[in-house]
């Protein structure tokens, strides 16, 4: 896998990865980065600074610096997006792996469930649950993994009813092996190459999302920082434009980071391609 990173017709993808892995780093040693604190350091004598070199990406309405913001950020940015594709996976995992291998009624029962769910706009459906539980960011994700695991769910049952009949499957069967390791030991762990490959497409899109519903006030709440809050302070102020422009060009740069790993490890995993 490595190899194949650093192979040098691959350049989406290693890109994709720095742009992860900076932003990873970002995260873990933002109170060392962070020239200010983003949260106690208010100076309403400082308020709208533009980007200079004491504020690399200016003030905020209540003088607090964005640059020292945008980092804070990307840590429930980004744990929040890897918290919502990690339940929706395991979730997905389970119902879609238990309706391909039982079928029958179970199939019927839980895939019209999931196909009731996806019947919704996700971001819709998103926000009215957000709403209905309270605003905070564990029921925002919480909202958004009800939204996402039928998508993981669906693409494991048709993994696992395309492979249920495979010879090594029914050889497991004639040795005597029960189902529940017949499922997990042998027909789940071929599912993991397609599953891990929308898992990184999905990782860009829940930080969307959830940067959406924390813009529409469902998902953080002041002062605490967070690109899509950040954004929705620059809306009110929108004179002043690098407010929402830098926590909105990080938005950006984590989801099209996260899009390029997943269109690269889609190539890596296709036998075809390679």
Not at 3 to 26: P, V
Request: with cysteine.
């Amino acid at each position: 896998m490595l190899q194949y990173i650093l192979h040098e017709k691959n350049t989406m993808l290693k890109i994709g990865f720095i742009i992860c892995l900076l932003w990873i780093l970002i995260a873990i040693f933002a109170s060392f980065i962070s020239p200010f604190d983003p949260v106690k350091d208010q100076n309403m004598a400082m308020r709208f600074q533009p980007p200079g070199k004491d504020h690399f990406f200016g003030t905020d309405s209540l003088g607090r610096d964005v640059f020292s913001r945008v980092l804070y950020g990307s840590r429930l940015s980004l744990a929040a997006g890897m918290v919502t594709v990690i339940i929706s996976l395991f979730v997905g995992i389970i119902i879609g792996g238990t309706a391909g291998y039982v079928g029958g009624w179970a199939d019927e029962i839980l895939m019209r469930l999931s196909e009731m769910i996806q019947s919704f706009p996700p971001l819709i459906l998103a926000m009215v649950i957000a709403a209905a539980l309270g605003p905070n960011i564990y029921n925002s994700v919480l909202a958004m993994s009800m939204i996402w695991w039928p998508n993981y769910a669906r693409l494991t049952r048709s993994v696992v009813i395309s492979i249920k009949e495979s010879d090594y499957v029914t050889a497991a069967r004639l040795m005597g092996a029960g189902h529940l390791r017949i499922l997990f030991a042998e027909i789940l762990p071929n599912c993991f190459g397609s599953l891990i490959v929308m898992a990184t497409l999905d990782l860009g899109n829940a930080i969307l999302v959830f940067s959406g519903l924390s813009f529409l006030g469902l998902g953080v709440q002041p002062p605490v920082a967070e690109w899509g809050a950040m954004v929705s302070d620059g809306v009110t102020t929108f004179n002043y434009w690098w407010i929402s422009t830098f926590p909105g060009l990080a938005i950006f740069s984590v989801a099209i980071g996260a899009n390029f790993i997943g269109d690269g490890l889609r190539d890596y995993l296709d036998p075809q391609y390679r």
